[in-house]
């Protein structure tokens, strides 16, 4: 068993991969992680083969992880994964390779073994980032935005009466303020991704992957992939190789 650990901005991830690469993936948000709730969901665990982590999340949750390890499974060695230059058929495009985050490094790795050619990858999540790779496995570069609670919670936080609501409201003009923001910020994340499509190849794939994947997805009128695993499957991709 191999277990694949994947820290966000958001939340902590891990995925049980067998012999097979079947995934079986549990998650927790970062504000409620402690070393209790940690220890009470992995001590049931058989010792992990491989135990590999990407993180982009503090130090602090990383050295936790890292603290629960080596008191569950003291020799078991950890990987903490770093985007690369130029690895695994994928070049980065960032001029300093290691600024690129983690989490869009792995998407980029799986997207060019899971689904070859010129592709477009968007994590919805905390942040929505755009990444586009060829078919050579060249990563093009890629665009970064809030995603859509940071803009609704922008709203709230930088004016006096826009209030923050999480409920889904529906499409279209608004008739109510909760209702103009919700419709606003999520017509702004489907703008992007629709401008950045315009300006690539026809054929171009579209993956969707993250949290607000499925709600962002209703409103594109272009065919794509929903791939909640996708960062998991970069994990798997070094933890093989």
Not at 84 to 108: F, H, I
Not at 203 to 211: P, R, V, Y
Not at 219 to 241: C, M, Q, W, Y
Request: glycine content about 8%; charged content about 20%; some cysteine.
């Amino acid at each position: 068993m191999k277990l694949l650990i994947d820290s966000g901005n958001s939340r902590l991830k891990w995925a049980l991969s067998d012999k097979q690469n079947h995934l079986s993936t549990f998650s927790i948000a970062n504000e409620d992680v402690t070393e209790e709730k940690l220890l009470e969901a992995w001590s049931n665990y058989d010792k992990p083969e491989q135990l590999i982590i990407a993180s982009v999340a503090t130090n602090i949750l990383v050295l936790l992880v890292f603290s629960i390890v080596s008191e569950l499974w003291p020799s078991v060695k950890i990987k903490l994964v770093k985007s690369q230059e130029d690895s695994y058929g994928v070049t980065n495009a960032y001029v300093e390779a290691d600024k690129l985050g983690v989490d869009r490094w792995l998407a980029l790795i799986a997207a060019h073994h899971y689904y070859p050619g010129l592709t477009c990858i968007v994590d919805c999540g905390t942040a929505i980032t755009v990444d586009v790779i060829d078919a050579e496995g060249r990563h093009q570069g890629g665009l970064i935005s809030p995603g859509l609670v940071l803009m609704k919670k922008a709203l709230a936080n930088e004016t006096a009466r826009l209030p923050y609501e999480s409920s889904v409201q529906l499409e279209g003009l608004a008739n109510s303020t909760e209702a103009g923001i919700f419709n606003g910020t999520l017509y702004a994340a489907v703008g992007l991704i629709e401008h950045v499509l315009h300006n690539q190849s026809i054929g171009t794939q579209l993956i969707l992957t993250g949290g607000d994947a499925e709600l962002i997805a209703r409103l594109l009128n272009t065919p794509l992939i929903i791939d909640s695993d996708l960062v998991f499957k970069g994990l798997s991709i070094i933890a093989e190789r």
